[in-house]
């Protein structure tokens, strides 16, 4: 059967399926198949017309039905169900539809709305084909060949669940298998996203399309005065590389026996899964949920006018008061809430921007009265967590390991492995600081489940004196985080020679979780470690 599809497939593609397809099989994989790589041209997005698709809308999911709480049967929950399948989609008017994951039809997936304190089950459905769209590493931790190609585990990032519902790596599940989750939504409103966790080839997983919003709300939030209905627009951006036919294309490395690279970067960013949308708009306040998808590309959002965007929330929910920022920085894995203000662009067409000129989709402003109304100049306090609450500090190192020929091998979190002992073990109902001392070349944006943090300071030390003397020597003091970032968060930039402080209290449930670089080749190479929070009293 699947041998079949396959061919089915290949026929659909002339001469271009090894490029991006992945290999059948070890005994018929050769080494011809990566030459396609080079040979298929890659869509150079500047050739397309410009804002002649709207902005979708991602659909917001519906449930099932109910069902009863696994850990109290007498209360009822609303049961959705979300099926990941093969689609077909198309990002531009004037490209092909590209073979892409998503979930109950499209990618982004439905966003999952809810209300804090009221708990749901989602169940997770592997409808994906046998084979996979990209090229499967076999040399990768927990990608080996005994492994099948096509498996998926789901996980609410950002999400404080137990961990029977955290979607563990190894916890993987095959097309045709289900598994159900529990959320219990006990925490601040936020905007979280839920991807595909599966070792070893996540980063191929959520290339494919497997990612979309979940959106807590609550009622002190529902009282502020932000924009809402039509003018709450959730925007998701991932940058991709599609073929001249309009398929999605993942690099391989020259080394046919390990494809395996260390950071893709595509060329076209898609937003809700358009290249170049437009957006109409009323001369009014819109508030934008942000998340960068993307596997490692960092962006820096601007408005086209110059105009600061007012930030008023990050990962884990609102700033205490928005900041007015002319850039908002959003790594992967990254959220940020934000008010744009049109009132005063009656009749103009602004672009939203990820660089200094690269532009990723235009606000077409009506004409008319403006309706921008009041907006809140306080949002939610932040209480900060204090260092003298801290039962414990972790110096965790970030470190790159190299081939004697200068490429990049593997990266690791406190020099340990993914299958060696837990070394993380915090106790339920503490606080920790753990010090991240970035002694590689590049921001990793470092991220925890299950709880919320956040970040004390940034500090620049000596990486030569530590790599010979295994000691911290500071050259400069401590520096705080950016107002941007002066909020909950869930995922912190790492920044090269500074260890970066984060404090968190380990609070909601026991048990095995994992924290890892959102840097998603760096995650699949073992840049992920599981972490243990005991029960109080082991
Ligand atoms: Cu976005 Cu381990 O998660
Ligand atoms: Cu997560
Ligand atoms: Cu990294």
Not at 104 to 118: C, F, L, T
Not at 198 to 227: C, K, S, W
């Amino acid at each position: 059967m699947s041998a079949l599809s396959g061919a089915g497939l290949a026929k659909s593609l002339p001469g271009a399926a090894g490029a991006f397809l992945s290999l059948p099989t070890s005994e018929t994989a050769s080494p011809h198949a990566f030459q396609f790589a080079a040979s298929v041209e890659t869509l150079d997005p500047d050739k397309l017309k410009r804002y002649v698709d709207p902005l979708p809308i991602i659909e917001i999911a519906r449930p099932a039905g109910t069902r009863s709480n696994p850990a109290n049967p007498a209360e009822k929950l609303p049961f959705y169900r979300m099926v990941m399948s093969e689609i077909e989609s198309s990002a531009h008017r004037d490209l092909k539809p590209a073979r892409t994951w998503g979930f109950n039809g499209s990618s982004p997936g439905q966003v999952i709305e809810v209300q804090r304190g009221r708990g749901v089950l989602v169940e997770w459905v592997n409808d994906l084909p046998h084979r996979h769209l990209f090229t499967i590493d076999h040399k990768l931790m927990g990608a080996e060949r005994d492994k099948p190609d096509v498996r998926s585990v789901v996980h609410l990032h950002g999400a404080k669940v137990p961990p029977e519902s955290d979607g563990y790596p190894e916890s993987w599940f095959l097309p045709g298998k289900s598994s159900i989750c529990h959320y219990p939504n006990l925490q601040d409103p936020c905007t979280l996203w839920y991807h595909d966790h599966a070792m070893g080839i996540n980063r191929l997983n959520i290339y494919a399309g497997l990612l979309g919003l979940y959106i807590i709300r609550d009622e002190v939030e529902d009282a502020l005065d932000l924009p809402r209905g039509e003018y709450e627009v959730p925007l998701v951006l991932c940058d991709r590389k599609f073929s001249e036919d309009g398929q999605l294309m993942y690099d391989v490395s020259p080394n046919p026996d390990a494809p395996w690279i260390s950071e893709f970067y595509g060329n076209a960013t898609l937003v809700n899964g358009k290249l170049f949308p437009y957006l109409e708009v009323k001369p009014a306040r819109y508030r934008f949920r942000m998340l960068n998808g993307s596997n490692a590309q960092f962006f820096n959002l601007t408005l086209s006018s110059g105009e600061p965007i007012a930030m008023i929330g990050t990962d884990q929910g609102l700033l205490p008061a928005p900041v007015p920022a002319k850039i908002v920085p959003l790594g992967p894995g990254e959220r940020a809430d934000l008010v744009i203000d049109f009132s005063k662009s009656s009749g103009q067409q602004l672009t939203l921007k990820i660089g200094p000129v690269e532009e990723i989709m235009q606000f077409r402003v009506a004409r008319g009265r403006s309706t921008g109304g009041s907006f809140p100049e306080r949002l939610r306090p932040v209480v900060p967590i204090s260092e003298t609450s801290a039962v414990r500090t972790r110096e965790l190192t970030l470190r790159e390991y190299k081939s004697p020929k200068g490429e990049s091998m593997t990266m690791l979190l406190g020099g340990a492995h993914w299958d060696m002992p837990v070394t993380e073990t915090p106790t339920l109902d503490t606080v920790e600081i753990w010090s991240l001392i970035n002694l590689t070349e590049d921001v990793h944006p470092i991220h925890l489940h299950l709880v919320r943090f956040q970040i004390l300071d940034r500090r620049p030390f000596d990486q030569f004196h530590y790599f010979m003397k295994g000691e911290l020597k500071y050259l400069g003091a401590p520096l705080p985080p950016d107002p941007r970032e002066a909020g909950w968060k869930d995922t912190v930039s790492a920044h090269p020679q500074m260890v970066t402080r984060i404090i968190a209290r380990f609070e909601g449930y026991a048990g095995r979780y994992v924290w890892h670089c959102h840097i998603l080749e760096h995650e699949d190479n073992e840049m992920m470690r599981p972490f243990e929070v005991l029960g109080a009293g082991t």
